[in-house]
């Protein structure tokens, strides 16, 4: 099946989708480095927790409830038939508790026990979870209320006779999960709401008691069938005022799949651009997305055997992540280390090099590498931000040269201080999309020469520079002790 030019929906355009979604599934299930000891990992679960509503004050617990609003284009032809499929999907805490055989078979619960050479840790886990409400119509509002069960399995530990020594422990509150949907009307296109909200009964009174009925990184994947979901990021011209009357609250929906398909969306708990894709240089999950993984992968296999040995313990996902970094062969870890990429690649489709409007032009002119890759340190050989120089209204404006300052882009909050203030150039930059930046210190600043000195410079468009002679054309240059008690460090 197909939206209108959405593009098809199957197994593997899904399987793409969930391949992201499990990246924000398990951001920071784990922190580097994986061990059950390490004072980070005490404060776990960091996106998409959906509080119990009945948890008292001291058990800080997160708001229960989430809701993200799309926008759809409904052909006229598919208005009744239209639909989304809505899939729910978190984690479900699960606490694991180790437990040691006593002489007289009761079993107590202990924070660690080695059996036959593997060491058990009391750890908290998590469930995968999924709640599939099936299509959606776009015809009206749904109420549903959902259950996941919770229980209790027991695990045991035998030693190398045979004989019980211990027992590893599991057990899941149960959950209740209602998910709403409702659609509007708005001009042309068709606004839908999804909130999830976490219903659990109990009174949760302390920090364990909420986040054991917490659904911990809760998301949506949506799959819009006779429909096309419109990009709220870059919507298009038509779109942008419904769009913008989008609301989000803890979830932000973006366009997942392949680029330029338009019927599914990712709703995250974190902010994602559209189309959100996995390195493929990346080599498995660390639990920390915003990362990079030659980082995490080079800090993993710097731990000594005994770190390596707990993390294993702690988490079998710890445990893949341990040994795989382990077998990580050179050339593997040669791939981590980045990728050089053209930044112009993208304009190449634009047009023959020449042709009217060519965003190339811009950029050869105010940087020439004379052939040179851009990457190479060559290419700045004909560069020389020292001496180069910028045309500022007629006025050559180079090192040295006094500029006054008028911000323009607002580009920071702090730029509300240099209105009307005196600076002095120390270089004229050109960066490797043609754009052109100036380097300033103040003239009222104290600490000019200290910061030119260490290179702190504050950086501006020539159009928000009005050049001065070099005497600053006679009139005084207004001093600002309000600035000095602002300046930015």
């Not at 009174?205 to 986040?211: H, L, Q, R, T, V």
Request: with cysteine; charged share 25%.
């Amino acid at each position: 099946m197909t939206g209108q030019g959405g593009g098809a929906v199957g197994t593997v355009g899904l399987d793409r989708v969930r391949e992201i979604a499990d990246a924000v599934l398990y951001e920071g299930y784990l922190l580097y480095p994986y061990r059950a000891g390490s004072a980070k990992n005490r404060s776990r679960w960091q996106f998409g927790v959906l509080g119990p509503p009945s948890a008292a004050p001291a058990s800080f617990a997160e708001d229960p409830g989430m809701a993200a609003q799309c926008l759809l284009a409904v052909a006229a032809e598919a208005a009744g038939t239209a639909a989304v499929t809505v899939r729910v999907r978190f984690l479900q805490h699960q606490v694991r508790e180790v437990r040691r055989c006593g002489e007289d078979g009761r079993h107590t619960p202990v924070g660690e026990l080695t059996v036959a050479g593997e060491t058990f840790l009391s750890w908290d886990e998590a469930v995968e979870r999924e709640i599939d409400l099936g299509p959606v119509p776009l015809t009206g509002p749904t109420d549903r209320l959902r259950t996941v069960p919770g229980g209790e399995e027991t695990e045991r530990l035998t030693d190398a006779r045979g004989v019980t020594v211990g027992s590893v422990v599991r057990r899941r509150e149960p959950l209740a999960v209602r998910i709403r949907t409702g659609t509007e009307r708005d001009g042309g296109f068709v606004r839908l709401t999804v909130a999830v909200d976490n219903e659990h009964a109990r009174t949760a009174a302390d920090k364990n008691a909420a986040i054991r009925a917490s659904l911990i990184g809760t998301h949506l994947i949506l799959r819009a069938h006779g429909a096309d979901f419109v990009s709220l990021r870059e919507p298009p011209d038509g779109a942008a005022p419904a769009a913008a009357r989008c609301e989000q609250r803890r979830c932000w929906p973006v366009l997942a799949g392949a680029k330029g398909s338009t019927d599914t969306v990712l709703g995250a708990p974190i902010i994602l651009y559209d189309y959100p894709e996995i390195a493929e240089q990346s080599a498995g999950d660390l639990f920390d997305a915003t990362e990079i993984d030659e980082i995490l992968t080079l800090r993993v296999m710097t731990m000594t055997d005994r770190e390596k040995a707990e993390a294993r313990a702690t988490d079998p996902r710890a445990r893949r992540i341990v040994d795989r970094c382990d077998a990580m062969a050179p050339d593997e870890l040669r791939r981590l280390h980045g990728i050089l990429r053209d930044p112009h690649a993208a304009t190449a489709a634009a047009g023959p090099p020449g042709a009217v409007g060519d965003p190339r032009d811009a950029a050869a002119d105010a940087f020439d590498t004379g052939g040179t890759p851009w990457w190479d340190p060559a290419a700045d050989a004909s560069v020389s931000p020292g001496s180069d120089s910028v045309l500022i209204n007629g006025v050559t404006v180079a090192k040295g040269s006094l500029v006054r300052v008028h911000p323009t882009r607002r580009a920071d909050a702090q730029d509300v201080f240099f209105a009307g203030q005196v600076a002095r150039v120390t270089a004229v930059l050109s960066d490797v999309d043609g754009g052109v930046h100036v380097a300033l210190v103040l003239v009222d600043d104290p600490a000019a020469d200290l910061h030119d000195w260490y290179g702190r410079y504050f950086y501006f468009a020539p159009d928000e520079l009005e050049p001065l002679p070099p005497d600053g054309g006679g009139q005084d240059m207004p001093r600002t002790p309000e600035f000095k008690k602002e300046n930015p460090s």
